[in-house]
């Protein structure tokens, strides 16, 4: 297991965690998993993993019509988004410098 895979596997337990505990650092410790994540994806999956960044942070309030759990799920759903918008953005600054390097 390569630390990508764990970094990610604990933004995982961070998503979950950060459902049911208040903290303000769960979302900075998110973003920057996803940070140092989003360095190590391979271009032919640049575009799933912004996409899935915008999707889940769009999406993730319709959860909260499920009864008894729909607020957990979203809280869930909503931290993923965040660490996979930290990707996204790593993805993104990196074409940008791939453009522009000489």
């Known amino acids: 297991m390569n630390l990508n895979k764990i970094l990610g ?14 903290s303000p650092y769960i979302a900075t410790a998110l973003v920057i998993i996803g940070l140092i994540v989003g360095f190590s994806i391979a271009a032919d999956t640049h575009v ?5 960044a915008i999707a889940l942070s769009s999406l ?10 729909g607020q ?8 993923l988004g965040v660490m996979a918008a930290g990707a996204a953005i790593t ?11 000489p």
């Open 72 to 79: 957990y799920l979203t809280a869930i759903v909503a931290n």
């Open 9 to 22: 596997l604990i933004g995982i337990a961070l998503a979950i965690i950060g459902a049911f505990v208040a």
């Open 60 to 69: 993730a309030g319709v959860l909260t019509s499920i009864p008894g759990v």
């Open 91 to 101: 993805v993104i600054l990196c074409n940008i410098y791939g453009r522009f390097k």
């Open 48 to 52: 799933r993993v912004i996409v899935s």
